[in-house]
Each structure stands twice: as C-alpha cells, then as structure tokens.
C-alpha cells in the first residue's frame, strides 16, 4: 500500500530519492535493461518465442521507440506542437549514412555526427517557435520538414532523388536496444528534474512560466535540440537498417508516424510512447492481411484516440518503479526554516521608473509614470477600471516594454530585460486573472518557481549525478515549506485547478515566494474573495511582508483592504498618476474622490 | 526562351501564376472561414478539394453531365461532405483543447486521402477535355481560353462568397460567431448551423478548387489533396488567417511565387518556395499581410 507521502510523491514530477536509494535503483536499472536485452537474444538463439522475424519487428520497435520518445519532448511535455519531425530523422538518416558509406567511418561516430547535425537542425527549427504556438507552429515545422527534404531532393551528392543505395547494415538489435534504452533513460532523467519541470511549467503556461524566472527562450529550443539529436539517431539507425535511403521516405507521412505513437502513448508519457511504439510496430504486422488499409487504420486510429481517449494509453502517467512499489517516500525533514528568503542587503529605494508610458496602438495606457519604491515598503496602487494599473506590471514585470521612459530595480536598469530576467534579479508578480500551471500538483506549482543557489546542469541532471540528488532533495523540503507556511502542505499532491479559490490565490502567491523575490507585486489578490477571506488575505500579506522582508505593491479594489494594510497610496487614472500620499490624506484627496473613490467612501 | 529576363516572359508568368493563385485563393477562403470561425486548421480540407475534384470527374465521365452542371453538383456534394466531417469530427471536440482537434483534423485528413486511394485508385486520373482548348497569342503572352475561364469562375465565386459573409443575414452571424461564440449564442443565433454552414461553403469552393485545376492541368489524383492544401493554407496564412480578402491576396501571391520560382529559379523547389514564404511571414508578420497583431492579455 502506497502512503499518502509516497502519493503526493507520485503525482509529482521529479521528486528524488536519497543517494543510496538512488544508486540502488539506478544498478536495478542498468540490471533490468541488460537482462531484457539477454533474455531477447538468449530467447532468439534457443529458437524459442522470438524468431528472426519477431527479431527483426523489435528492431523497428527500438527505432519507433526513438521517434515517439524523442517528439514526446517536444510535443508532449513541452506542449511545442512539432509536424517536422521526420526532417530531423532525415537528417541524421543522411549524415550518418554518408559517412559509413562514402567516407568509410565507423557507425558509432557516424550515428552521433547524425545527432548532432540533426541537433543543429532543431536549433534552425526552435527559433520560429520561440515566436509561434499551436497551429502556426505546427504549420511551420511541418514547412521546415519539407524544406529539409526539398533540399535533400537537391543535394546530388547524396543522390538528389534517387536516393542514397547500398549502405552498410550496421543497424543490430543490440545497437537499436542500446539506442533506444539511453533515449528513454536520458530523456527520463531529464523531464524529472527542474530543467524538465522548466518545460512542462512552458506547456502549462508559458508567460506564467516566463514570469516565475523560466527562461522560455532558452528550454523551448533545448526540447527542440534534445528531441532532434535523438530523431537524428533515429534516421541513422533506420538509414543503416534498411540500406537504401531516399527523400520520399521522410515525407509528411513520416512525422505523422511519429506523431501517432506519442499520441496513442499519451502526450506526455515515456512509458506510455514505449508501449505505443510496440502497438504501432506489431499492428500493421498482426493485420497483414489488410496491409491495404494500413494507413486507414492509422488515420481511424488517430480519430478515435481523440475523440474517446483523448490522452493516449497512458495519459501523462508512466509505470516504473512506484508502481512496482519500490518508490521512495518524501523526505522526512520536517522543520519550518522561513529564513528570509531576501537578500537584504540592498539600499533604498528598491525600484524607481522615470517617465514610464505604454501606448497600445493610438492609446496611451499609462503616461509619465513615476514611482519610487523604498526598502520594506508596503504600497498600493488604485484607481477605477483601465487606469493602467495592471500595464504598470506588465512593464514592471518585463511582460510589455515600456514605449518610453526607464525602469531601475536595486539599482540596475531593467527597462528591456525578459520576464524571466527580472524574476531572477528578484521581482515576483501575481496575476489579477489566476495564472497557476493548473494541471500540474499544488507542490509542482511551487517546486518550478523554486531555485537554488547554482543550480544543478543538465549534465547532471542526466546523469543524475554532482549536486542533484541534494539540490532536489533541498527543492521538495523547501516548497513543502513554502506550501506548509501557506496552510496548502496537506494539498501539496492536489491538482492546481481543482483547488477552492482562496487556495489558488493563496497558492499563487506562495509560488511567486518561491522565487526568493525582494519586491511582490500583487494584482487584485482579494478580487472574489469574501469579508472573512478579505481579512484573513490581509493578515497573509502583512505576514509574509514581514517574515520575508519584502517590498509590496498591491493592485486592489477593496478600499478596505488597502487603507488597512497600505503604508502609501498611488492613485492612476487614465494612465496619469494623481495622487502618491498616505492613506488618510489619500481619502480627503479631491482628485481621487472625483476619479475614483465617490463622494460616501470619504 | 533565350537567356535574360525578357518582359514578355515576366508577363507570360503572371499570367499562368495569377490563374493558379486564383485556384490557392479559393481553397485559402474554406481554410480562412473555417479558422475564423473555430480557430482550427482543418487539415481535411485539402482532401475535401480532392474529393471535389474526383465528385466532378465520375459526374462528367460516368453520369455524362455537362461541365455546367457538374461544378454546381461537385460542390453540393463536398459542402455535405465538410459539414459531414464537421460533425462527426470537429463537433464532439469543440471544447477540448486545441491540439486535439488539430490532431484529429490529421487523422480526417489522411482517412479521406487513404480512401481515396482506396475506391479511386492511386494512380492519375485525365480530366475530361470539356471545351476544346483555344490559345490566343497577345504581343508574345499566350492565353489560354481554360485560364480566362478559371480566373472567370474564381473571380465570380469570391465576389459571391464576399457577398455572402459581408451582405447577408447568415454572413452576419458567421461574423458574429467568429468574434464571440458565446455571446453571438446568447443572441439567438444557432452557433451549430453557423458553423455547419461555414464548413459547407468553405467546401463548396474547395471543390470547385478541385475541378479548375483538374480543368487545368488535365490530371487529377488521390494525394493531389495534400500539397494543394498546404499551399493553399500558407496562402490563407500569409493573407491574414480569419480575413477574407486575405486569402484572395495570399492565394495570389503564392500563385505567383510559384510560378515565377519554377520559371526562373528551379522547378525542384517548387514546394519548398510556399514553406519559405509561409516562414519569413510568421516570423516578421505573424498576423499576416492583412492581419493585426492581437496580444494576449495579461
């Protein structure tokens, strides 16, 4: 029987084992792949279940394995809806092959030039997404995939269209297991720690995402140039398997291949696109007799899935070891630490714009807009519907670019800097419209916004090895903190979006700390949330402003909240600023009785 | 022709890649409709041009109907087809996320085409010869009776559609609908049959699509649906996607582009010439040449 921890565990992405436990399972690993590969081989040589043929779908499996696992990254947990998968296969399919058969080189080196110039491709093909989403970006891989054919189709040194004959067949069922056990293990490894929360935080919600310090730029094209390298191996095994390569065989068709199998599998599963991978070899193989209706079945296929499973076999669930029930359970450490998480050190004023305005179109949203905030601070910023409020964020926040005029935080301009620059420099936001990655758990939530001190690389990530096992550990034990200090640690394993209201706001803001911020910025954080609610938001705030030596600026309507809880009023109107005094002068102000508050609030 | 740009070349390009563009145009209308009205790319709706093209081909040669008559019923037959689709299809999915109908609009896609390839045989079919072909030669430019019909018929079927969308009472809820399904619903108007309409005549067109190039090119075949589709969805793409002119512009623009690469850079790159396009304009113009950018609220 799993425990609740275990639970919470398993629902969340990435939690990590101790050292030894993790060793333990990284050998029960290793032993569990060597020994499928053995049994396959021994089962072979006995003659006994798998016969050459079987032998010879396997090898397919491990290639369409490669595929599925490989777009998954890109498609499934990094929600980059990618058409040109085929493209990249194609590359590494000719790269790798000219090399054995034209230049004479070994096939280990010739696979991984592959990769890597398929690699190069995903990186060409990452930088359109950085501007495109959804269909558009569908439409312009799927246009990139086409153009790397075309340009095959060109090339006569690889035979133009008459394709590449007569290459080595290189491509064993050891290489094809080897192969395909490092691409699930690698891309396993890496979607299960922060670089991999990074990317499903960019499927969930990208400008979220952007604003909790994920550098979007930077994941979205590691997907593309992780999942490209591995299609890349891909080409070259199946270009070394079937030892004549033309431009036809990377058609639309192919990505559509790879396309089904992680759709079958579930978007976002590896074990799921494994078992998929199986189905989509073996079916055509099972329903020979109807090889006619192959690509019928498929096209059916792809309909049905939508329509009554729309989340594949497996969903986003994978089978492994928790399932097994050799899982680990969460780490013990128990105690509050609610250190400040500022690093206070910096002088007054924390944050001053000089001049700032927006204009959208012919619309000047705010206007000369200037504001020092000092250390500690506790300020609120009203005025009615459409003042400019929420744009001051946004600029503030690096989410619009101020038209003119300059934003200095800590003494650094910040005017131009990304959302997730200015995250990381120490500016944490929430949203007036709740922005929670609200399919992931309440402690995933938190867990993303997290970062250390020198985070943990790639490498290590993959390799699980250097300062990853602590850095996770250190992770999980801290946003449970952050949840337990937000009252949501007995939730920690709850989807976000099924979560009450006030829990959703109470959890936003406990993200944003998560980020180490020095100045908060909160939009409308009592907007739905009755008197009680109102009040027990009012003591949070007051709270965490202390405990965390923050600087605050709130957004808010509820005059209540503000006059209690501010030390100094802004009051925008029409993009103007008309007022920047203490509460109690604020409310004897004629302008802003006029603007905003009406005549019986005073 | 003798090497050098001469201008009677120039001109004899525009010429064939204004009558080709009038074709992408034509498709582009169904695709921009339909995205402007549900936001997906209906990936099936190459196929449907197919479709429309071979309805028009078994109605000339195994009915024995005249061109005139067999357009009208091509394009009756695909509007049913599309509605078909969209309710089996798209209808269910409605409220899913959008990867998943875009997902299934694949799967409809390559289920028409593999029937196709099924029941009409894979292999090229000739397009009946309906009117015996007459070129004139004008100061070195041949044209050609077929091409001054196909841009005839176009032209007339886009001003017609324009008509529909901007002029009567039904284009006026497809408006609607398009700007806020929601609220257009609370309206009174039937989002259903709105929707069901846009996809009939966004068919409708892409049949007639289907038998100009039929018409035109002599030959039609089950994966014909495919490239023309892209192409024509780029065009879609690169005119401004939900705007109706737009898809005329981009649909005579890649007409165009294709032409003049094929003619003067290399026939091989043909395909490639539409993606290229389509690229550049996401990337510098993502709204495209009509649209305007539209930010997300935060």
Known sequence: MVSEAKATVAKSIGTRATDGKQLTRGAVALGGLAAGYFLVVGLHRAGVLISDYYLQILIWVGINTIMGVSLNLINGFTGQFSLGHAGFMAIGAYVAAYMTKILGAPFAPALLVGGIAAALGGLVVGIPALRLAGDYLAIATLGFGEIIRVIILNLDVVGGPRGLPGIPAHTTFLWVYAMAAATVVIVRNLIWSRQGRALVAIREDETAAETMGVDTTRY??????????????????????????????????????????????????????????????????????????????????????????????????????????????????????????????????????????????????????????????????????????????????????????????????????????????????????????????????????????????????????????????????????????????????????????????????????????KLLLLDEPAAGMNPQETHELLELIRWIHERFDLTVLLIEHDMNLVMKLCQRIIVLDYGNTIADDAPADIVKNRRVIDAYLGEEAV | MPGGLDISMVVQQLVNGLALGSVYALIALGYTMVYGIVRLINFAHGDIFMLGAYYGYFAITMFKIPFALALPLAMGLAAVTGMAVERLAYKPLRQAPRIASLITAIGVSLLLQNLGLKFFEARPRPYPRIIPMVVWDVGGVVVSNVQLIMLALAIALMVLISLIVYRTKIGKAMRAVSFDKDAARLMGIDADMVIGVTFALGSALAAAGGMLVGFYYNRISPTMGAMYGLKAFVAAVVGGIGIVPGAMLGGLIMGVAEVFVIAFVSSMLKDAIAFAILIVILLFKPAGLLGRAVREKV
């Open chain 1, 220 to 517: 979205k094209i590691m997907a593309f140039v992780v999942g490209a390298f591995f299609a890349g191996v891909a080409g070259g095994l199946y270009a070394h398997k079937i030892t004549f390569i033309d431009p036809s065989q990377f058609d639309f068709m192919k990505s559509i291949e790879a396309l089904v199998i992680i759709v079958l599998g579930g978007l976002g599963s590896i074990t799921g696109t494994v078992l998929a991978a199986f189905v989509v070899t073996f079916l055509p193989e099972a329903l020979r007799a109807f090889a006619d209706y192959r690509m019928i079945i498929y096209s059916l296929m792809l309909i049905l899935m939508m329509l009554y499973r729309p989340r594949g076999l497996m969903g986003t669930a994978e089978f492994g070891f928790r399932q097994l029930g050799l899982g680990d359970a969460r780490s013990s450490a128990r105690d509050v630490g609610g250190q400040a998480m500022g690093r206070n050190d910096g002088p007054p004023p924390v944050l001053e714009t000089r001049g700032v305005c927006m204009d959208f179109g012919g619309l000047r949203a705010v206007s000369d807009f200037c504001m020092t905030l000092r250390q500690g601070e506790l300020v609120g910023l009203i005025g009615p519907n459409g003042a400019g409020k929420t744009t001051v964020f946004n600029v503030l926040t690096g989410l619009s670019e101020a038209t003119c005029g300059s934003v200095h935080f800590m003494g650094n301009d910040i005017t131009r800097k990304r959302p997730s620059e200015i995250n990381d420099m120490g500016i944490a936001r929430t949203f007036q419209n709740i922005r929670l990655f609200s399919n992931l758990t309440v402690l995933d939530n938190v867990r993303i916004a997290f970062r250390g001190e020198r985070p943990y690389s790639m490498t290590e990530a993959v390799l699980r090895a250097g300062r990853y096992s602590s850095q996770e550990e250190e992770i999980c034990r801290k946003s449970m903190e952050f949840l337990r200090l937000f009252g949501l640690d007995d939730r920690a394993s709850e989807i976000a979006g099924k979560l009450p209201y006030g829990a959703q706001r109470r959890l936003e803001m406990a993200r944003a700390l998560a980020t180490g911020p």
